[in-house]
Every structure is written in C-alpha cells, then in structure tokens.
C-alpha cells in the first residue's frame, strides 16, 4: 500500500466540550486548528458534553458524553439514581466502542486532571478514565494536550485522576504546577512537557470600536474548590460582594463597565452586580466564544477577571490585566506573562485593596504592554513547539 492510498488517520476529541464553558471550546478550536493545518486528510469527531452545539459550530460529528442525560444533576430520587448507576454501566460500553474507531483521540487542554472546583469522582473522573482505559486495552493512542492538573485531597478523585494520566500514551501540561501536581501524585512526567494553554494558539481578532475607559470585568459562579463546600455559600458572598463594590466604584468614577463570563453559570452573577449597581455604564457582554471574548478584552483598558480562560483572553490581546485568583493556575498563567505582581485573591475580595491593585495596574500600563507582547510571541513559539511534539509521539505526518 502506498502512503497516498493508506486510510486517513481517525481522530476523537474528547470532553466537556460544547457545554457552555468557552474556555473548553477554545482549546477544541485550537486543536482543530492545528489538525486542519498539520493533518487535513484526518477524519475527526467527538465523545462530548454538548455533541449538538459542537456539530453546529466546529462541523464535525459528535456523540454525546453520557448515555445518562441526567449525568450531572442531583440525584434526589430513586430513579435518577439508579439512572445514574446504570448510565456507569452503558458508558464503559459507550465508550470503549467509541475509542476503537479511532487511531488517535485528543483531550485537548481543559484542567481534566484537578478539582480546583467542585467534582464529584463518578462524573468526568470516571468518564476520563474511562477513555484512557479504553485506549490502553483497544491499543488507541490517547493524548492529555495542555491540560490542567493540581493536588486533590479527595482519595477516589486522586485515585482516578491518577490511573487515568498513567494510561495515557501522551500527555503535556499548560503550567508547571500541573507537572509537579502530577509528579505528586506519583506519575512519572519525566517526559511530559509544559507549553502555554492551548487558547495562545488562536487568533487574535481585531479590537472593536468602545467607548474610552472601558474595563472588562471577567465574574463567576464562584462557591470555592471541592474542598470548601461546607463555606462555599460563604464564599460566595464575600466574592459577590466585594466584586460588587468595585463594579460600584468604577461606575461612579465615569467608567463604563462590561461584565464577561466564561460558562452559562456565571449568568446569575452578572445580573446580580447590574442589578446591584444600577448604572447604565455597566452592561453585559454577549461573547460566546473565546474570540469574540478576545474582541472585548483588546478594546479594553484594562481588564480584571476571575476565570482562567478570561484572563488568557486578555493576556492574549495584549491588555493590562489584574486577576481575581481562584486557584493557583491563575496565579502560575500571569506569572508567566509577568504579571504575577497583579493578583487578588477571589476568596476574599478586598474591594478598597482591589481598587488600588487596579490604579497602579493602569499607572503602569504601557509597561505591561510592552511585557505582553514579548511574552505572546513566546508563548506563540512556544505552542508550534508543542504540535510539532503531538505530530511526532501520536499523529504521523501524512501525505497531503
């Protein structure tokens, strides 16, 4: 058989993806982008969360995630717990016969490999692991792209987590700290690199026209991790608050104010601070997708934002930017970028502190510019790096 004449390579993408978390979909973006650069004959679908909304947008076949469409609401009932248990049961089936299709699937960035917020083992822990021992025993290569990874205290989490990355016959990490988080957890990483989220990959899009002054707020559902449910109303009420109060406080210096989110859960938060705050100059942005996300930081001033993918959104466009920290990665991202100076703890907003982050971050902005930029070009470099790491350990090169 000739190369030209060999079947063109079958790979899945695999994940929460087409959910309503932009930051998931962005990475999927990013690695469709790459396979439609570096492999176009490669036939390519989905095992995902939203398999309607990813067919819609990326025009590629998806199934969904779970045989049990219930899978991630409470199971008050006894027929939704048996739903559930039996769907544990289907989706091993599901899964496995899933996988056997393919050469090759991708689980391209999303954090997969910590809880950073509340998780359940039987949900995605179970689904990833699934995936990964499907792979190792059907003789699919899977690949754990730019993912997330952090300690996790809870054992049958850190347990699935753990078996999961070890079966996997790729994987490379979007910050150091999920390395060493993986090397803590007693996998071996020795040859597992560390690249820039897989969002640096995507195209930057041109700044649109907005009023001067303007600063994006990135908000969110924030009840803390998976190890503060018993505080987590608590918390969020201080982040509500103190998140607020700022809002309050850019409005009445005559700035107008648009307010991002980054999954359909942060709905709530948003219209709680527009109600709170009761000023025209804040408004909620539309975005939803990472590149109209993008659009919105780059007309920005200044940015300060919560969720991860906002703040690789802003750091990406170039534009001063100061995060509300919910989890170390945050804070590893914008030291990385070389602003690691211009973080604000989420579990305690401190609104007058927070104020005076936000003036000397502005006082400094054509500096953090500059940084910006250079570390982007780095960061570009970087993640051509990284898929030509991908082609070389799981994708050959095929005849165009």
């Known amino acids: 058989m000739t190369a030209r004449s060999r079947p063109p390579l079958r790979v899945g993408v695999f994940g929460l993806l087409g959910a309503g978390n932009l930051g998931n979909d962005g990475s999927l973006e990013a690695v469709l982008g790459y396979l439609r650069t570096a492999h176009p004959r490669a036939v390519v679908d989905a095992l995902c969360g939203g398999p309607e909304t990813v067919t819609a947008r990326y025009r590629i076949p998806a199934t969904r995630l779970h045989w049990y469409r219930g899978e991630y609401r409470t199971a008050n009932r006894a027929g939704a717990v048996l739903g559930k248990g039996l769907g544990k049961l289907v989706d091993a089936v599901r899964t496995a016969a899933w996988v056997r299709r393919h050469d090759v699937v991708i689980v391209p960035g999303m954090g997969v490999l910590e809880a950073t917020l509340p998780l359940r083992p039987w949900g995605f822990p179970y689904a990833l692991f699934l995936l990964c021992a499907s792979g190792r025993l059907l003789g699919t290569r899977v690949a754990l792209v730019g993912v997330g990874a952090a300690p ?43 690249h820039p989220d897989l969002a640096f990959a995507l195209p930057t899009p041109p700044a649109p026209d ?105 750091l990406k466009t170039g534009t001063p930017t100061l995060a509300l920290s919910y989890a170390a990665k945050s804070d590893a991202l914008m030291a990385r970028m070389g602003l690691d100076a211009y973080c604000h703890p989420a579990r305690e907003v401190d ?50």
């Not at 016959?169 to 988080?181: K, P």
């Not at 907005?210 to 505080?231: E, I, K, L, T, Y």
């Not at 609104?351 to 570390?375: D, S, V």
């Open 152 to 194: 996790i205290r809870d054992r049958a989490t850190r347990a699935l987590v753990r078996r999961s990355a070890r079966l996997a016959a790729y994987r490379s990490y979007r910050d150091e700290l999920s390395r060493e988080a993986m090397r803590g957890m007693g996998v071996d990483v020795s040859r597992d690199e560390v």
């Open 210 to 314: 907005s009023p001067g002054g303007q600063v994006c707020v990135g908000v969110m559902d924030f009840h803390g991790g998976n190890d503060d449910r018993a505080r987590a109303g608590e918390i969020h009420r201080r982040y509500l608050d103190g998140t607020t109060r700022f809002v309050r406080a850019l409005a009445e210096d005559g700035r107008p104010v648009r307010l991002l989110t980054g999954d359909g859960a942060d709905a709530a938060v948003v219209a709680a601070i527009i109600e709170a705050v009761g000023s025209p100059l804040v408004t909620a942005s539309p975005a939803a997708s990472l590149a109209e996300l993008m659009a919105e930081t780059a007309a920005a001033d200044a940015v300060v934002a919560t969720r991860y993918h906002n703040l690789v959104c802003a």
């Open 351 to 400: 609104a007058e502190r927070l104020i005076e982050q936000f003036r000397e971050l502005e006082k400094h902005a054509a500096e953090l510019r500059q940084i910006l930029a250079e570390r982007n070009l780095a960061a570009a470099r970087h993640l051509d790096h990284q898929f030509t790491a991908l082609t070389a350990a799981v994708l050959p090169e095929e005849p165009s």
